[in-house]
């Protein structure tokens, strides 16, 4: 890889840690707990990689080249410089709040206003250094020089972004990817120019925000914390294994089962009090695992079940979009639910949940027990639903036709989320391949 697409890179990672920092102050200052282990993998990051590593080939590669093909770059590098060797002081005195346990952090004014100060030092440090350094160094700087400063950024892996990801950062890495999730990760790249970096900063709030949650069957945990968000317009595909807690991730989300810790927002609203009930009013829509359709009622009467909660009037007009969109449901709309082969109880059981006017659509492994043509068949229906504009969360234990339509995923193992990226990205990936997609 060429050292520019290397330093960018980075440089996207860099951003995307002040977002986090900055994210985290505000849990700290509205009085929410940070474990402190995260701040130390966070702390130990920046100094081992951005520190050690980034910084110092910044300063012995890319800049001598430039001061030698740009005098007048001189002075912006000299500030540079200085910032690089002021980072390590500033982050030894952040490190200094630690070792006091969780609670000696929370709404900790002078921790917060040091990491904020932190964050908003290297953000500015980051635009400096892309506006007044690379964008001339791609013009002024010679194929020798580049050769050099790519020999030198090329013999480093990133700990935590890089393909050779560190486990002690894990934690560290899912936090950031679910407080600034775009583009990150997993060897991706989002192509073109430093735009995003702006577009990340207003992101807008996701439709389905959790937040450490956990839920128990006894003394079974079963979530144990699972961070995840869902923005508006995106598929988003949780897949795992067998027991990983998919199907309660998603009983916990349409307040089927309850919640024992942590945070569920939707559209802004904390559901941690609101019924099951409200949350379909809401527009959580849920297509359950083994898809429950009521054999003896009629196809009809099981799509009218879906919408109990819906004002009469609206109920007509829904059904005839659901039949324009499954024919076959249609024909035999009078016929039991029962007498449908296991494909078409599928699109009943999705129709149902769609006949509740999802702003969510929950779908719990609508793939289960199909043959092979059938699950292509359910893949298309759920492409169909997200180009009409529904917000898709899909939970299958058939990863790869999963992320093959996923805009991004999450990798759920035992009531944890372990890996997560674009659906393209995971795909790539080694390691998900390797356990997940059996290649
Ligand atoms: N009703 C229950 N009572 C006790 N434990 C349960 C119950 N339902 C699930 N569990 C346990 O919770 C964990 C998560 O189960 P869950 O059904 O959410 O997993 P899953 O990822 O949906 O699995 P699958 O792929 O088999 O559907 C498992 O250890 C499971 O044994
Ligand atoms: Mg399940």
Known sequence: MHALDIIQEEHRNLWRIAITIDAVANELEAGQTVDEAFFTALFDYIREFMDGCHHAKEDGFLFPAMRERSPDAAAVIERLEAEHREGPQHLRAL?????????????????????????????????????EIIAPARTVLLPEDWDRITAAFGDHTDPLFGDRARAEYRELY??????????????????????????????????????????????????????????????????????????????????IQPMSGGAIRFAGRDLARVRADRRVRAGICHSPEGRQVFGPLSIEDNLRLGAYLRPAGQVDEDLERVYAMFPVLQEKRLLPAGTL????????????????????????????????LLVEEVFNVIRTLKAQGITILLVEQNAFAALGIADRAYV????????????????????????????
């Open 95 to 131: 490190a200094g709040f630690l070792g006091q346990g969780n609670a000696a952090l929370v709404g900790n004014a002078a921790f917060i206003e040091g990491l904020r100060g932190y964050a908003s030092a290297l953000k500015l440090h980051v635009r400096t250094e892309e506006k």
């Open 174 to 255: 899912h936090r950031i990817v679910s407080l600034a999730p775009d583009s990150i990760g997993l060897g991706g790249r989002s192509a073109g120019g430093f735009q995003h970096l702006d577009a990340a900063r207003t992101a807008p709030e996701p439709l389905l925000q959790v937040r450490g949650l956990t839920s128990s069957y006894g003394r079974i945990q079963a979530l144990k914390g699972i961070d995840l968000d869902v923005y508006k317009g995106e598929l988003v595909a949780l897949v795992g294994a067998n027991g990983a807690g998919k199907t309660t991730f998603l009983r916990t989300v349409s307040g």
């Open 341 to 372: 082969s296991g494909g078409q109880q599928q699109m009943l059981a999705i129709s149902r949940a769609l006949m509740g006017r999802p702003r969510l659509l929950l779908l719990d492994e609508p793939s289960m027990g199909l043959a092979p």
């Open 412 to 439: 759920l193992e035992t009531g944890n989320i372990v890996l997560s990226g674009t659906g393209q990205e995971m795909i790539s990936n080694e390691q998900v391949r390797a356990a997940y997609l059996g290649m």
